[in-house]
């Protein structure tokens, strides 16, 4: 990749970002939730309420709330968007390759950019370590819930 291709890409990611955080996915509270969370990323102020369907194993709905910064708000979207309708253990392999890619252990080949969709959009934040904890606070939320951790609230 040429460095003018790498700059597109990564304002391709920007404005992904930006617009979930404008307009974010799956945003509200599920009326029946089979687990909730409430959790909170104190190095940026970000707050996260978490609301999760499973049945059988798999994700049958997922809504979410956010406070706080554009990274954190619209990986909570991406992230809902991922998820939803796939099993737990889907929804872990989602996880590891997020966590990988957030912290630059993965550097995806194109064909695993087209599998991440949006998520990859998330690749720019290994270059800022305080970002990573924002981007990661859902991830974070969905792994608990689904465990059936109870709210840290
Ligand atoms: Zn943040």
């Not at 990611?13 to 599920?30: C, E, F, M, T, V």
């Not at 999760?52 to 709905?61: G, K, M, P, Q």
Request: include cysteine.
């Amino acid at each position: 990749m040429s460095g003018s291709e790498r700059a597109d890409l990564m304002e391709l990611y920007q404005s992904i970002i930006l617009d979930h955080n404008r307009r974010p996915k799956n945003y509200g509270a599920l009326e029946v939730a089979t687990a909730r969370r409430h959790d909170r990323n104190p190095a940026c102020g970000d707050e996260i309420h978490l609301d999760l369907h499973v049945e059988d194993d798999v994700i049958t709905d997922v809504k979410f709330t956010a406070e706080g910064c554009a990274v954190s708000r619209a990986s909570a979207s991406i992230m809902t968007q991922a998820v939803k309708g796939k099993s737990r253990e889907e929804a872990d392999a989602l996880f590891v390759q997020f966590r990988e890619l957030v912290t630059g252990k993965l550097n995806p080949t194109p064909d695993e950019v087209r599998k991440l969709g949006e998520i990859a959009a998330f690749s720019g934040v290994s270059r800022f370590p305080i970002r990573v904890k924002c981007a990661s606070m859902a991830w974070h939320s969905l792994q608990a819930a689904l465990r059936g951790d109870a709210s840290a609230s």
